[in-house]
C-alpha cells in the first residue's frame, strides 16, 4: 500500500495542483528565487577541501545533502560534482514550475516506528535566504508528511502540508529522547526533497542507535 492511498482526495488533489505549479489563486507556492551559479559556487568553495575547484568523494561527502542528490546531480557518474553540475542539479528544480511537492515519510530505529518523530529541514549553508526551512510529525506508526512552517503556508491551505524543493540538512528528534544525536544536534543527515519527491513513497529514514 502507497503511503497516499490513506490521504484524503481534497487533500491529493490540492497537492497535485500545486505540484503542478497552478497559474493563479492564494495557495500557490512559487518556486523558490535561487542563483543557481552562485548558490553552486558558494558550495564548491565551501567543501572544496583541496582547493582544486571540484568536489571530490570524500569532499562530497562533508555535505549530507549533496551526498542524496549525488545519484541526481552527477551528471557524468564519476562519484566527483563539478560547479556546473550542483548548478544544473539546482536550476532542474529552481526554474521549474513546481513550488511545493506531496512529501511523505517515515522514521524507524534499528527497524521500529519512532512514534512522534520530529523532523526539521534547515537550509543547506549556501541556499540560506533563497529557500524556506520544511518540518514533519510523524504519528504513532512514525509516519508523516514534510512541509512548510505553519506561518509560511498560503492563507487558503493553512493546514496542507506543503514541502518546498531544495537542498537541506535534516534533524530528527522525538519525545522519548531515543533518538542519537548523530541524527540531530550532530546529524550526518541531509535530503534534497527534489530528488525525494520523485518517490511516490516519500522517504525512510531507518535510523541506528549504535554508531556504525
Known amino acids: 500500500m502507497r503511503f497516499y492511498d490513506n490521504l484524503p482526495c481534497g487533500l491529493i488533489l490540492a497537492l497535485a495542483a500545486l505540484h503542478l505549479g497552478c497559474s493563479s489563486g492564494p495557495g500557490r507556492i512559487a518556486p523558490p528565487s535561487v542563483n543557481a ?78 512514534a512522534d518523530a520530529e523532523v526539521k529541514l534547515i537550509p543547506v549553508s549556501f541556499l540560506e535566504g533563497s529557500i524556506l526551512p520544511n518540518v514533519g510529525k510523524a504519528d504513532q506508526n512514525g509516519a508523516g508528511m514534510l512541509g512548510l512552517a505553519p506561518e509560511d503556508r498560503p492563507s487558503n491551505a493553512p493546514s496542507t502540508p506543503l514541502a518546498t524543493p531544495g537542498l537541506y540538512r535534516v534533524e530528527i528528534t522525538d519525545p522519548s529522547g531515543k533518538v542519537p544525536s548523530q541524527y540531530n544536534t550532530e546529524s550526518t543527515l541531509g535530503i534534497e526533497t527534489f530528488v525525494a519527491s520523485r518517490n511516490p513513497a516519500g522517504i525512510h529514514w531507518d535510523l541506528q542507535s549504535k554508531k556504525k
Request: charged content about 25%; proline content about 4%.
Open 37 to 114: 551559479g552562485e548558490a553552486a559556487a558558494s558550495a564548491v568553495e565551501e567543501f572544496d577541501a583541496n582547493g582544486d575547484g571540484l568536489l571530490q568523494r570524500e569532499e562530497v561527502r562533508a555535505s549530507p545533502a549533496l551526498v542524496h542528490a549525488l545519484g541526481v546531480y552527477d551528471a557524468d557518474h564519476n562519484g566527483e560534482l563539478t560547479v556546473e553540475e550542483v548548478q544544473a542539479g539546482i536550476n532542474h528544480w529552481a526554474a521549474s514550475r513546481t513550488g511545493a511537492m506531496m512529501l511523505p515519510f517515515r522514521v524507524s530505529l534499528d527497524g521500529r516506528p519512532v
